[in-house]
């Protein structure tokens, strides 16, 4: 073994000794602009809003404000961006009980007790506002709006929002493996919407889409319902945050829902878009640590945004710590028709399905990896008939999956990608 290098896995990272003689083209985001004076920044942007009048002018009048955050499985430095909103808020008369956090879990698990504090991210906040979880099968906390001119979809959204006279959406802007980047938009639809929305939005006529994928917007089905969504709840605004490989802000920006958040896109994808000459027989990646590889549920992302730089019949080695196992008990059963149907018989399941079993989406993204190549996964996490249910090759040693690789392809050249779907490498040749 000659070099090594290190990819992020969990709380901490993973250092991985290169073969002797294998060349390695590490993959990462060019080095991004750091926010020196984070807090001044937010107030900035509070104060010089993207198509929108200035947080002050928002304030006046208001009786009711929604700001709706994500939920643990996003590492978004909600703190500061926060505090800095609350303040502002307050500072021209809005008073603390008027103010409604809420938890965009979408169909996620909610966020409790200290999980709960450490997505705030900020004691004073925690300690002064309300805050709830979205409950998306809650009915009675839904309001039913009707449905997307173009596609159909049923526009259920949550009662704290609806009823909202502002309405704010914090979020982190990065690679989306489905609707092409997170935040703005996103944290709405699906992050507070009931049921019925979230699993219209996953079936297998969406997902299937090629244009439902990373880094693409036009077209996109999955951005235009969000769009249309969102025309149909009325005005919205938007924080958006971008950070880079060490997880410090470097851009914010606040203002009108869709404006601001494609600012945000433009600026990120300068970063988050690598583009590569070639693709590889082995690639090496990571589903981004923690919070995002706490379940496989979640590492699947990592698994599908290098898929453009991934020769036909290659192997990619991810590894994701998995500290909660699969994820849910719906993913739990969705994997067992994968692994009980087969490929072929788990599509031929979901096809028809107007509504996606609850995710189940997941597992649908997956093949679209299992079909350009095989997937080896390291984690410590997964334990005895989960190890069964992933749907791919379970490994004990990242080193020796490489070694086999690269000896199985007769190929030395290797592609690494540390911080996972954080980064999108793509191939102009690619299918």
């Not at 506002?129 to 709006?145: G, P, Q, S, Y």
């Not at 020796?400 to 000896?407: H, L």
């Amino acid at each position: 073994m000659s070099d090594s290098i290190s990819i992020r896995y969990g709380k901490g990272e993973l250092h991985v000794r290169l073969p002797n003689g294998c060349e390695p083209t590490v993959i990462r985001k060019p080095d991004m602009p750091v926010l020196q004076e984070p807090l001044t920044a937010i107030r900035e942007a509070l104060l010089n809003p993207v198509d929108a009048p200035s947080i002050a002018e928002l304030a006046k009048g208001v009786k009711r404000v929604c700001i709706v955050i994500c939920d643990i499985t996003r590492p978004v430095p909600n703190g500061p961006i926060l505090k800095g909103l609350i303040e502002q808020l307050s500072a021209n008369g809005v008073t603390l009980d008027r103010i409604t956090i809420l938890i965009a879990t979408g169909l996620h698990r909610p966020n409790l007790g200290r999980e709960m504090r450490e997505v705030i991210g900020d004691d004073w906040v925690f300690d002064n506002i309300r805050i709830e979880n979205h409950f998306a099968r809650d009915k009675h906390w839904m309001v039913d709006l009707g449905h997307t001119p173009t596609d159909g979809i049923p526009v259920v959204l949550n009662r704290h929002l609806v009823d909202a006279d502002l309405r704010i959406a914090v979020g982190l802007v990065e690679p989306h493996f489905m609707a092409g980047y997170s935040g703005g938009r996103k944290v709405i639809a699906p992050g507070v919407a009931g049921e019925e929305t979230i699993r219209t939005f996953h079936n297998h006529r969406f997902m299937a889409d090629p244009l439902a994928c990373n880094g693409n917007l036009l077209n996109n089905p999955l951005h235009r319902g969000q769009l249309e969504i969102l025309k149909i709840l009325g005005k919205a605004y938007a924080f958006n945050t971008i950070i880079d490989e060490a997880r410090r802000m470097s851009f914010v920006n606040f203002g009108d829902c869709e404006k601001s958040h494609l600012e945000s896109v433009a600026f990120v994808k300068r970063y988050a878009e690598v583009p590569l000459e070639r693709q590889f027989n082995t690639v090496v990646t990571s589903a981004a640590g923690y919070p995002l590889d706490k379940t496989y549920y979640q590492t699947v992302k990592g698994m599908v945004a290098p898929i453009q730089i991934l020769a036909d019949g290659g192997r990619m080695i991810i590894a994701s710590a998995c500290e909660e196992g699969l994820g849910s008990h719906e993913y739990r059963q969705s994997q067992s028709y994968l692994v009980s149907l087969g490929r072929q018989g788990f599509l031929d399941r979901i096809r028809p399905m107007p509504l996606a079993d609850i995710d189940a989406w997941q597992t649908h993204m997956l093949l679209r990896t299992l079909a350009v190549g095989n997937v080896s996964l390291y984690s410590e996490g997964l334990k005895g008939p989960e190890r069964e249910l992933t749907g791919v090759q379970m490994v004990e040693s990242i080193e020796d999956s490489i070694a086999a690789s690269i000896s199985q392809s007769g190929d030395k050249s290797i592609a690494i990608i540390p911080e996972g779907p954080y980064v999108i490498p793509t191939h102009a040749k690619s299918r």
